[in-house]
């Protein structure tokens, strides 16, 4: 059966004086581009711990605070993956992580590099529409 595989996307921060910035990272596993980190939540996990697993395997750093929003969403994978039989996209909620270290160390089997960007940078950025919707309702929620 073709189903869909349930994962976090993570908005990530940091703050710089009166500066937010974004962590975008450019992704090299699956497809080419600009993302936040995401990822699926494994068996028995709840949302909140996969957010802190997959911010420690993206980026080596563990949040300050974590914040969940109501923002779902779905999407269907560009390609087949060889990795994912059976999956044919992911569904997904939304938080946002403040960190305090900008030293990011990425898991080189998924990304190239990472830039830490301010809001107009970094929505011009990222890749995907879904990505950039979400951006703005968490940087509209921490500048409010």
């Known amino acids: ?19 937010i910035l974004y962590l975008i990272l450019k992704r090299k596993l699956h497809w080419k581009g600009w993302e936040f980190p995401k990822g699926g939540i494994e068996n028995k996990e709840t949302e909140t711990s996969a ?3 997959e911010l420690k395997e993206e980026t080596h750093q563990f949040p300050i605070k974590i914040i969940k929003f109501k923002e779902k969403g779905k999407y269907r994978y560009p390609k087949f993956l060889d990795d994912r039989p059976n999956i044919i996209g992911q569904t997904y909620r939304l938080f946002s992580a403040q ?31 879904n990505q950039k919707k979400c951006l703005r309702i968490v940087n509209r929620h921490i500048n409010h």
């Open 1 to 19: 059966m073709r189903k869909y595989r349930k994962a976090v996307f993570i908005a990530v921060y940091r703050k710089e004086g009166k500066k």
């Open 51 to 53: 957010v802190k697993r």
């Open 99 to 129: 960190i305090k270290d900008k030293k990011i160390k990425i898991d080189k089997k998924e990304h190239l590099a990472y830039k830490w960007l301010e809001f107009k940078k970094a929505i011009k950025i990222l890749t995907w529409p």
